[in-house]
């Protein structure tokens, strides 16, 4: 049998995936056009930009990836297996296609119109798949009841996401696939049944940071300029380049100053020093429980920050290579005391892995934020109990057996 000729359509976003996989931000419409053999004009038939290009890319890729689900789920009917299946294929996919994963994750995920553009869409509705197989198990008395499934879904995706970005960013791990044990471990745990204070700082180098901590959130990275920044700060252009060397410079250490002693954001150290103590609460699992809510209520505290953070953090390829990286691990290594004195205490089950704890946390906390930022309502939102539903949520997966009965 012939195979049909390749659409012309079809041959752009394959040499788009190519190109902007290799290009990222630097590619151009030429060269897309120039691979796929076509006019530059031509492009613009179809897309009505390069952005929007590239998010159409992502439609078309996910929509694939969706059909490939179905298969992969068809015929399996204890929920179980199936949310096996589902979170071994998550992982798969982006160990097996790195192009897809390189788009997805980091050039789609870090721009603010990737999420009120179609292809979100397409997200949307592998979540939804998630939402229909946690029901099941709930329907079928194998999840337990009250799981939140809204908060289980957002914990889950995000999970999920951090474990793909430590992989191909941060080189952690060779596949994330190889943690699919462990990822089921927590996410079945938490389904079973039973059982910032703001500081004004005069400084030029601060009001820049504070600056740029809203510029970035605003416009989105690839938007924002130095100029943007150093006249929301009240400075000459030229001022910023006697503090940081480029706007990579800017962004990474606007993200750093949030977890560590910064002139601008003196609020955060202490933050910190008062999670990492022991008087209030004592206990491993009041401690771990505390951070996380702490964690959690930087949206609250910060939420321009929070964005930056999620957006230009988290799913930023280069931010894993920045000094604002091991500031946020330093921050996060808080989490390994807390789960050795709560599995000495028995009230956290031992041999949970900090590393998994973490990309938990930080995956859950960037799933959460995107649907408040991005939501058309935001009115709807009780963010405080959505805190408090994901923290008990995230705390079923570490507790004991003995604590869980309690």
Known sequence: MIAEPMTKRARILMAAEEILSERGGDATISEISSTAGVFDSEIYQYFRSKEDLLFSLAEERIREAIQDLGQQLQGIREP????????????HRHDTNRRF???????????????????????QEVRRILVEIVQEGVAQGVFRRDVKIQAFRDMGFGLMDLECIMSLAARETDTARQDLEPVMDLLLHALSPGGGRKVRVPDKSARLLQAAERIFAEKGYEHATIRDIASRAGVADGTVYQYFRNKDDLLYRTIAAGFGPSAAKEGFQPHLEDQMGVEKPRSGLGRLRRFMRNFFSIYLNQPWFARVLVLHGIY?????????YSVLMDYMGALGPMLEQGAAEGSIRPGVEPRLVRNLILGSFSHLVLRWVFSEDESRFDRLKEIQDMVDLMISCLVSEDEKAE
Not at 80 to 91: A, E, N, R
Not at 316 to 324: I, K
Request: charged content about 15%.
């Open 80 to 91: 179980v297996s199936k949310l096996g299946k589902f979170v071994w294929w998550q992982l």
């Open 101 to 123: 994963s390189d788009i997805v994750l980091f050039q789609c995920r870090s721009r603010p119109a990737f999420y009120l553009h179609s292809a979100f869409g397409r997200i």
């Open 316 to 324: 930023n390829r280069a931010f894993y290579h920045s000094g604002a």
